[in-house]
C-alpha cells in the first residue's frame, strides 16, 4: 500500500479508500451477511487500507465498528457524514449534533476522524457554514471528531459550486469531490483550489456503472454522439474505450479509470466500494498501478475534456446525466 497526507490534516492515510455505502453497502445491498461485510473491511485492512469512508445514511457504521474493533484505533482513518443534504437544507444544527453522537455510538469509538456533512448542494452551502458548521466546531472541542469535512452532491453539482466555495472558507479541512474519465472538470474547478487552500480530498465516483457495464456505457456514447456531444464513430465502436487496453496501457477499461484517478495532482484518496474479496484485490492493485500512458491520458482528455456530469447517474436513470460544452 502507499500512503499520503490528507491535506492540512495530517493524517496519513492510503491511497486506496475503502467507501462502505454506494449500491454494494460492502456487499449487504447485494444479499451478503454481516459476516461477509466484516470479512471484506478486515482483508482490507490486511491489504494496507486504513481509510474507511461511511454515512449514517448507508446503515453501515454499525458494521464498521465491529470490523475494526480489536484494531488500535490510532492505526485506522474512520469517516463518516452528518446525513443533511440536498434533501434537508434547513436541518437544524441541535439534528447534526444529535447524528454526530449516534455516529459514535454506532462505530463503537470515542472520536471520528473525519465528521462530514453529506451531499450539500450549493443552495444548502450558506446554511452548512453558518449554521451547522459553527455547531459542529464546539463538538470538535469536546473531542468527539477531529476534522471536519463536506461532500457534494454530485448529480445536483457537476459543476462543483459549492466545493468552490467550501474550499476558500478555511472551515472545511477535507472535501470530497466527484472525477472520472468522463466528467474531468475538477481538474480545473476544484483541484487548484484544494491544493491551494490544502483541504483533503476523497475522490468519489471513479467507476461508476458507466465503466463496469459495457451496455450503459454504449447508451451513453450514442446519447453524447446524438447530442453533438461526441464523434459518431465513437457510438458506433463496439469497444469506444478499448485504445486503453494494451500492452503497457491498461489491462481492462476499470483499471484505467482507477488509474486515471489516483495520479490526478489534488487527488489524495480514491474511494471505491465492493462486497466482493475478488474486486476488493483488483481495485487495489490497479489504484497502486504506475499512470496511464501520457498518450492514453491525452486522448482521453480530448475526446471527453468538454463534457460535464456524464456517469453519475445512480443504475436505474436511463440517461447519462447532465451534459454541456465547457
Known amino acids: 500500500m502507499e500512503y499520503t497526507t490528507l491535506g492540512r490534516t495530517g493524517l496519513r492515510v492510503s491511497v486506496a ?20 461485510a466484516i470479512a471484506i473491511i478486515r482483508e482490507a485492512v490486511d491489504l494496507g487500507v486504513n481509510l474507511f469512508d461511511t ?20 492505526k485506522v482513518v474512520i ?28 462505530l463503537g469509538t470515542d472520536y471520528i476522524d473525519v465528521y462530514q456533512l453529506h451531499g450539500i ?17 464546539r463538538e470538535r472541542e469536546k ?21 468552490q466555495r467550501a474550499a476558500r472558507d478555511g472551515v472545511w479541512d477535507v472535501a470530497m469531490v466527484a472525477f472520472h474519465m468522463m466528467h474531468q472538470n475538477a481538474r480545473a474547478a476544484v483541484f487548484p483550489l484544494t491544493r491551494q487552500y490544502r483541504v483533503g ?17 454504449a447508451a451513453t456514447m450514442r446519447e453524447l454522439a446524438a447530442d453533438g456531444l461526441l464523434p459518431q464513430a465513437l457510438a458506433d465502436n463496439p469497444d469506444p474505450l478499448g485504445f486503453l487496453v494494451h500492452q ?4 481492462s477499461v476499470i483499471d484505467a479509470a482507477y488509474r486515471f484517478v489516483r495520479h490526478e495532482p489534488g487527488v489524495d484518496v480514491v474511494l471505491f466500494g465492493t462486497g466482493d474479496s475478488e474486486h476488493l484485490r483488483s481495485n487495489i492493485a490497479s489504484i497502486l498501478k504506475p499512470p496511464l500512458p501520457a498518450a492514453d491520458r491525452d486522448r482521453l482528455g480530448a475526446l471527453f475534456g468538454h463534457l460535464v456530469g456524464v456517469g453519475l ?14
Open 55 to 74: 454515512a449514517a445514511a448507508y446503515g453501515t457504521e454499525p458494521v464498521l465498528g465491529k470490523a475494526l474493533a480489536g484494531i488500535p484505533r490510532d
Open 201 to 217: 480530498t476523497l475522490l468519489m465516483f471513479a467507476v461508476r456503472n458507466i465503466f463496469s457495464r459495457p451496455e450503459r456505457l
Open 313 to 326: 447517474d445512480a443504475p436505474h436513470l436511463s440517461r447519462a446525466g447532465r451534459v454541456t460544452n465547457g
Open 121 to 137: 448542494a450549493p443552495r444548502a452551502y450558506d446554511h452548512a457554514l453558518d449554521a451547522l458548521a459553527p455547531a459542529l466546531l
Open 143 to 163: 473531542g468527539k471528531f477531529r476534522w471536519l469535512g463536506i461532500t457534494e452532491t454530485s448529480p445536483n453539482d457537476p459543476e462543483h459550486q459549492m466545493v
Open 79 to 106: 469517516c463518516t457524514k452528518a446525513p443533511f443534504g440536498i434533501s434537508n437544507p434547513d436541518s437544524r444544527p441541535e439534528r447534526a449534533v444529535a447524528s454526530l453522537d449516534r455516529s459514535l455510538q454506532e
Open 248 to 251: 503497457g496501457g491498461a489491462s
Open 17 to 36: 479508500g475503502l467507501g462502505c455505502g454506494g449500491f454494494s453497502r460492502l456487499g449487504l445491498g447485494t444479499g451478503k451477511s454481516e459476516g461477509d
